[in-house]
């Protein structure tokens, strides 16, 4: 199994995208953390059942929520760089 590193700006983007959802209703923060969670777990699990999208960067979409999970994957690491929403530019992560 890989171990799994956060980059701070990922940390950021989950705060942003929980106090929003907590802002609408609490229990929907909670929901899309634990699909996150869940997502997160099977990226640690099969990194690479996910395509390349943007170079070595690789995107596991949320079902339920609109947000893409990008990664890249290091020797036995992987790197989260983002948490993005769909309607973004997924290239904002080169800015980080």
Known sequence: MYSLRFRPLAN???QEIV????SLNPQLSEVFLKELGEIVKHIQNMPKS????LGDIRVAFLVRFSYGVYFK????EISIIAILHTGRNPKIWKKR
């Open 50 to 53: 996910y395509q390349k999208k």
């Open 19 to 22: 106090d929003y959802y907590d």
């Open 12 to 14: 950021n983007d989950i």
């Open 73 to 76: 994957i290091y020797d036995r």
